[in-house]
Structures are given as structure tokens and as C-alpha cells.
């Protein structure tokens, strides 16, 4: 018996000590490739139909691809898939959610407008006293030289007050701001009295980069609210931030 269970011992040492086998081998080298080999790159999406548009704190969000525009590379990662839409000379409809950065929704019109929209439908939760969603005409849409240069400007400075002027510059009025934020009765006023003063189908709209989207928007709502004859046929979003009371630059 002793003999028996010495031999069963060597024979599991025989077989521990013995070299791998060829499938041994095979699995071992599918897993070194699998570990040096990268992975094959996606095929891009080309939408045959619009999806879904979307600003938020991140960035843009489109088709459930992220483009994080505060980061190195968002840029041209939004460019990339805003190239790849169906927009085919067509308004796009955009959710703008209210703590979006300005500058994050101002580019994401700019490069619609600049692959062929002509107009960006912007929906954000706001103020229950304004609209919900504005028609925006990308400012890569615009000629500078088709605009007058009383046409109004409306923004929200880094302290919240409110600046209605003049695009030329100049003929400006400049209001505080209120308990809950800028004071929209003051600059819907001043808004009318300057929309009579000019014979302008433009209208121009932005906010401070340091504060959220819900600012800018409401600006740009309250001048569709003000305009009661409705003369201004474009609203459009300025890409680059402004200053209240100089002249606005319309980028190329």
C-alpha cells in the first residue's frame, strides 16, 4: 500500500513538472495579444436622422456622444460629431439645461449654424414669467455687413446687473440686479424703447461666462417678449462675451 500511494505521489509530481501543453500555450498567447493589441476603433455614427441635442454642465451631449468642452480636445470633439449630423440646411431643436456654461451652449449654436442650420430651437427651464424655448440665429449665420448698427444688444455682466446698447456702442442703459438675479422689468423696458429707435430685424443676446445659461437665455427671452410689433426677425447668440456699452464684434 505504502509502495502504491508513493508511485500515485510521483506520478502528480511527474505530471506537475511536465511542460505545458500546446492549448496551454494557445490561451497563454491569446492572452498576451489581448494585452499589448488595442482595441479596434469604433466606426463613427453617421445619423441618418437628428438625435437628440443637449447642453449641460459637461458640455455638449449629442446621439449619447460626450464632447466636454472645458476639456483639452472638447472642441474638436464637438466639431467631429456635429459634423456627422443630418442637419441638411434645417432648424435643430437643442435642450439647453439652465446650469449649462454659457460659452458651452454659445459654441454648440455657432457650430450648428456653421455645418448649415439656420436657427437652433434652445428649450431651458426658466423663469416662469418668460418662454421656455427661443428660436436662436447662430452667429456663424450672420453678415456683418446686413446689420444696422443700432440694432439692440441685450446682456448680464459678471456682477448681474443687466446692459442694453447699441451694437455700434454707446446709447446704453445699465440695471442692477434684483432679489432672485437680473432685473427683467427694468431691461424689458429699456429693450422696447431702443427696439422703436431702430429699423433693425437683428437683435443680439449673451451673459457673463462666469454665470450659468439660465442668465443669457432669460436675456434673450425677454427681448422676444419685448419686441410686441414684432420687428426683430433673428435673435442671435453672441459666441464670444461681450461688454455692455461697446461696440459688438461680429466673429467671422
Known amino acids: 500500500m505504502k509502495r502504491f500511494a508513493c508511485m500515485t505521489v510521483g506520478l502528480l509530481v511527474a505530471a506537475?513538472?511536465?511542460?505545458?501543453?500546446?492549448?496551454?500555450?494557445?490561451?497563454?498567447?491569446?492572452?498576451?495579444?489581448?494585452?499589448?493589441?488595442?482595441?479596434?476603433?469604433?466606426?463613427?455614427?453617421?445619423?441618418?436622422?437628428?438625435?437628440?441635442?443637449?447642453?449641460?454642465?459637461?458640455?455638449?451631449?449629442?446621439?449619447?456622444?460626450?464632447?466636454?468642452?472645458?476639456?483639452?480636445?472638447?472642441?474638436?470633439?464637438?466639431?467631429?460629431i456635429v459634423g456627422r449630423l443630418p442637419i441638411n440646411g434645417k432648424t435643430v431643436t437643442m435642450a439647453g439645461n439652465r446650469n449649462a456654461r454659457v460659452q458651452d451652449v454659445a459654441a454648440?449654436?455657432?457650430e450648428l449654424g456653421k455645418a448649415g442650420a439656420p436657427a437652433v430651437i434652445v428649450k431651458t427651464?426658466?423663469?416662469?414669467d418668460l418662454a421656455g424655448e427661443i428660436v436662436v440665429t447662430p452667429e456663424s449665420q450672420?453678415?456683418?455687413?446686413?446689420?444696422?448698427?443700432?440694432?439692440?444688444?441685450?446682456?448680464?455682466?459678471?456682477?448681474?446687473?443687466t446692459g442694453v446698447w447699441l451694437l455700434k456702442?454707446?446709447?446704453?442703459?445699465?440695471?442692477?440686479?434684483?432679489?432672485?438675479?437680473?432685473?427683467?422689468?427694468?431691461?424689458?423696458?429699456?429693450?422696447?424703447?431702443k427696439l422703436k429707435g431702430c429699423d433693425s430685424k437683428f437683435a443680439f443676446f449673451s451673459g457673463s461666462h462666469k454665470h450659468k445659461w439660465l442668465h443669457a437665455f432669460s436675456m434673450g427671452a425677454v427681448i422676444r417678449r419685448a419686441d410686441?410689433?414684432?420687428?426683430?426677425?433673428?435673435?442671435?447668440?453672441?459666441?464670444?462675451?461681450?461688454?455692455?456699452g461697446r461696440e459688438v464684434t461680429i466673429r467671422k
Open 142 to 161: 450672420v453678415k456683418a455687413d446686413n446689420i444696422p448698427s443700432c440694432s439692440v444688444a441685450v446682456t448680464v455682466t459678471d456682477e448681474l446687473d
Open 16 to 80: 506537475c513538472s511536465e511542460k505545458p501543453t500546446n492549448m496551454d500555450q494557445l490561451v497563454s498567447a491569446a492572452d498576451e495579444s489581448a494585452r499589448t493589441t488595442p482595441p479596434a476603433p469604433s466606426t463613427p455614427t453617421q445619423w441618418k436622422t437628428m438625435p437628440e441635442v443637449t447642453v449641460d454642465e459637461l458640455g455638449a451631449y449629442i446621439g449619447g456622444e460626450r464632447a466636454e468642452l472645458a476639456k483639452k480636445g472638447g472642441m474638436q470633439k464637438l466639431q467631429d
Open 228 to 244: 410686441t410689433d414684432k420687428k426683430i426677425d433673428k435673435i442671435v447668440l453672441l459666441t464670444d462675451e461681450p461688454v455692455a
Open 125 to 128: 427651464e426658466g423663469r416662469s
Open 108 to 110: 454648440v449654436v455657432w
Open 169 to 193: 456702442g454707446g446709447g446704453g442703459n445699465k440695471h442692477r440686479k434684483g432679489f432672485a438675479g437680473p432685473d427683467v422689468s427694468n431691461t424689458e423696458e429699456s429693450i422696447k424703447k
